[in-house]
């Protein structure tokens, strides 16, 4: 497994790491679902067991996943697997479950929430600390003060490396600057690679700072392995984010298909085939450090890990971008 460096920090992760917020399983905040169907733990800890077996050592986290199940679920995995936690690079997130706090990035609450995202993953020290997303409140009101709430708990030995995690290339030009992290977070897959696409806005912002990226959703929530039948649309629970969402309508399902049929022909139509291209495609792009899929069992992290030291060449990945313009 190739080893990508964090930043300028010196932090080495698997190019090929996890994701965990499928462990926090069915969840609401404030009344809206944010979580997936419930996972099965002996499941996940196989799973975690096989990726750590093949050089994964990179775990993505944040205290919203679940409410706090999937940072316990992670600890708990890595006691009954034997193994210490500290080995590991672990990451969380804090800015999306609020609490009591008028607003999740109240300094109180951002220090809150360190604490017990420590006390969840059983650990002295996070080693990436995500800002969530870019919402400072009004006129970002809480901006100022949540940086310098973050920089104390650097200074403290709390956290190891500060992250940001937005949604818009605004936020991340906006927010960066202040915030100083090492490393940036978003979604990036081969349907939507804005944040990480050679000469945009947010890759010209990580190559002045030197920045590195981190890619959540690098399979398109499993739409790029070409799972789903537009005749039988898949279902959600209540609870799953998933369950309005027009990516996952008929409609958009039979949109897809023919252009993932153009990259079966030219890459396998297997499950790892498609898997493997559409995970380096994304290690392909300037800055970015390793995606992380999410896993639901052991047989989806071996399908992913089969992408690990591959690479496209040029002409693939215009193919790619052509195929499923």
Not at 52 to 80: C, P, S
Not at 170 to 199: E, M, N
Not at 245 to 268: C, M, N, V
Request: net charge negative; with cysteine; glycine share 8%.
């Amino acid at each position: 497994m190739e080893m990508r460096e964090l930043g300028r920090t010196g932090v080495l992760v698997s190019e090929i790491s996890l994701g965990c917020w499928t462990m926090g399983g069915l969840n609401w905040v404030n009344g809206n679902p944010n979580g997936w169907a419930n996972v099965d733990e002996d499941e996940i800890i196989r799973a975690i067991k096989t990726g750590i077996d093949a050089g994964v050592n990179h775990f993505d986290n944040a205290d919203v996943y679940g409410n706090g199940k999937a940072e316990q679920m992670l600890r708990r995995a890595f006691v009954k697997l034997g193994l210490n936690t500290n080995d590991y690079v672990v990451a969380t997130k804090v800015g999306h479950f609020p609490g009591t706090a008028a607003h999740a990035y109240e300094p109180a609450h951002i220090r809150h929430q360190c604490e017990q995202s420590l006390i969840n993953l059983g650990r002295d020290v996070i080693d990436i600390y995500y800002f969530h997303h870019g919402s400072f409140g009004e006129s970002d009101m809480y901006l100022d003060d949540a940086v310098a709430t973050m920089d104390r708990l650097v200074e403290e030995g709390k956290v190891r490396i500060k992250g940001q995690s937005a949604y818009s290339s605004d936020d991340f030009l906006r927010i960066t600057p202040k915030v100083r992290p090492s490393v940036l977070q978003s979604w990036a897959h081969a349907l939507d690679d804005q944040f990480i696409r050679p000469g945009s806005p947010v890759s010209e912002l990580m190559a002045q700072e030197g920045m590195t990226f981190v890619a959540f959703s690098p399979l398109a929530q499993a739409r790029l392995l070409d799972k789903y039948d537009p005749s039988k649309p898949p279902q959600f629970e209540p609870g799953d984010h998933r369950q309005n969402s027009r990516a996952f309508s008929a409609e958009a399902i039979a949109e897809l298909k023919p252009k993932l049929a153009k990259l079966k022909a030219r890459f396998g139509d297997s499950i790892e085939d498609l898997a493997s291209v559409a995970l380096n495609y994304v290690l392909a792009q300037p800055h970015v450090a390793c995606v992380i899929p999410g896993f639901r069992n052991e047989r989806q992290v071996s399908v992913n890990l089969v992408g690990a030291g591959r690479t496209l060449t040029a002409d693939d990945l215009s193919y790619i971008q052509e195929a499923l313009a």
